[in-house]
């Protein structure tokens, strides 16, 4: 059988994108033309039966793109005024999850910010502001584009934003770029992240959010899963399914928590206490009688200040610490499981899997495996053919 030929017609590359795009092909068999990602050129001599492209304006490779006969699939939505298939980022998801995110760490002050008009922006912030009103939370959104806008500059404005919210505030920005600037804004100015403005960006660019004066958590979008996923209906096209009547979304993978995000703001000092505890502990198989009982208090009186407080039990805030290091032991070190299960409180590494599987929906190992992928892609310039 004759091997497709595919172009994946994306310059502007990440690569977790090329690598879902190049795992389609190798499993599939596909002859994948990836010049555009290497030297951003626009291949010569290319013939083929699909494509794979993201539209940008004004740009030879997006005309090129647009005068080419194959099939295409297209991913994010630039250009939506261009016709036929897309995948795209749920962005829309990425901002519920922000916000559920932030209010289980008990804030009540949120703000959505944004430099910049991108096609993106208006998802996230739907996401986030609906599902913080539909909790009973107000949020403040602040973006420098708003005509109202005084300043001139975009780091005055900035300063102005980080002086004149209420704190404790939760601030979703609307990528790790912006939210490390405010990051190291608000330490130039004494606000103290995370205690008095915690920070959350998106899509996850650990070159970015790790190197912040405060590393920055991020909600991380499934960048290699959103080409993987576009292969897969171009693909299917090519076998003479009808293309999807509207854009495919892709679900955020979750938040990477890091510095910027590690705080629980509770009034409530028994609920401080006892998560303090949880931390400390953490490698204990301790119960919550336990931490009841070091509390000077009863496991049914702690039970209530948590529904007050978190609307959550202590099990549950007990369980999401622990899963919580299990993610950062799977990540960071070669550890075996049961090692993993020793330094979190689990005592087993069996139940250790069942309680990170009902969390996540992975194994332990698919989960190592997944997050461990490299974030660089190395290879020749003659192998940009698969096979």
Same mark, same amino acid.
């Given at each position: ?29 596909? #002859? ?9 050129? $626009? ?25 080419? @006969? %194959? ?42 910010? &944004? ?10 912030? +739907?996401?986030?502001?609906? !599902?913080?009103?539909? /909790? ?27 002086? &004149? ?24 100015? /004494? ?33 290699? /899963? ?18 999807? @009547? ?21 009034? #409530? ?5 006892? $998560?303090? !505890? ?7 198989? $301790?119960?919550? +009688? ?20 978190? /609307?959550?039990?202590?099990? #549950? ?16 070190? #070669? ?12 005592? !087993? ?25 490299? %974030? ?12």
């Amino acid at each position: 059988m004759k091997r497709r030929r595919i172009l994946y017609g994306i310059a502007r590359n990440t690569y977790q994108r090329l690598e879902g795009a190049l795992r389609y092909a190798q499993e599939h068999d596909w #002859d994948l033309c990836v010049d555009p990602a290497l030297t951003w050129n $626009i291949p010569l001599r290319w013939k083929g039966d699909g494509i794979i492209a993201l539209l940008a304006e004004e740009t030879p490779l997006t005309d090129y793109v647009l005068r080419r @006969p %194959e099939p295409k699939v297209l991913i994010e939505n630039t250009m939506p005024h261009v016709p036929g298939p897309r995948v795209i980022n749920d962005n829309v998801a990425a901002g519920r999850m922000a916000a559920d995110y932030f209010t289980g760490l008990g804030f009540r002050h949120y703000a959505f910010v &944004r430099l910049r008009d991108m096609y993106f922006n208006a998802d996230q912030q +739907e996401g986030f502001v609906k !599902t913080l009103e539909a /909790g009973g939370h107000a949020c403040s959104v602040h973006a420098f584009t708003d005509p109202r806008n005084r300043y001139r500059h975009p780091e005055s404005w900035a300063r102005n934003v980080l002086k &004149r919210l209420p704190q404790p505030v939760a601030i979703f920005a609307a990528d790790d770029v912006l939210a490390a600037d405010l990051v190291d804004l608000a330490v130039e100015l /004494g606000i103290r992240v995370p205690r008095d403005v915690a920070v959350l960006g998106t899509p996850n660019i650990a070159e970015i959010a790790n190197h912040a004066r405060v590393p920055v958590s991020s909600v991380e979008m499934n960048e290699e /899963g959103l080409t993987y996923r576009a292969c897969e209906i171009l693909d299917a096209i090519l076998h003479g399914a009808s293309p999807p @009547p509207s854009p495919v979304r892709v679900a955020p993978r979750g938040v990477v928590e890091r510095a910027s995000t590690d705080v629980v703001v509770v009034e #409530d000092r028994l609920v401080r206490d006892a $998560i303090e !505890t949880m931390r400390a502990r953490i490698a204990e198989p $301790i119960g919550i +009688e336990q931490i009841a009982a070091g509390l000077h208090t009863d496991r049914r009186h702690l039970a209530q200040a948590f529904r007050r407080a978190l /609307g959550r039990s202590p099990h #549950d805030v007990l369980r999401e610490q622990r899963i919580r290091k299990v993610r950062e032991l799977l990540t960071s070190t #070669d550890l075996t499981l049961p090692l993993i299960a020793r330094r979190t409180g689990f005592t !087993t590494h069996q139940y250790l899997c069942r309680a990170f599987r009902q969390a996540t929906g992975m194994t332990p190992s698919a989960y190592r495996h997944e997050k461990g992928r490299t %974030e660089t892609v190395r290879f020749q310039r003659q192998s940009t053919r698969t096979g």
